[in-house]
């Protein structure tokens, strides 16, 4: 399990260190770090959540509605 907080700062240090991500300190417990999203992070957000959008659409184009609908029950079984 250590190795997964070792990787998960590595990724949270590469999103600072590209402009994605700002550390906030905690008003609550100076020993807490908060990361926020900063505007190049938001646009590469929805970059992402664009390219995600339109595959799926181009993938689903000859689905029919009842095919979508169980894809979609499916997917949120699976997510949650």
Do not use: C, K, N
């Not at 181009?58 to 079984?77: G, H, K, S, Y």
């Amino acid at each position: 399990m250590a190795g997964v907080g070792r990787r998960a700062s590595r990724q949270v240090g590469a999103a600072v260190a590209s402009g994605h991500l700002r550390r906030s300190a905690s008003q609550r417990d100076a020993r807490r770090v908060g990361l926020e999203l900063t505007a190049a992070g938001e646009a590469a957000i929805e970059v992402a959540h664009r390219y995600r959008r339109d595959r799926f659409a181009t993938t689903m184009a000859d689905w029919t509605p009842a095919e979508r609908a169980e894809f979609a029950r499916l997917l949120t079984r699976f997510t949650t």
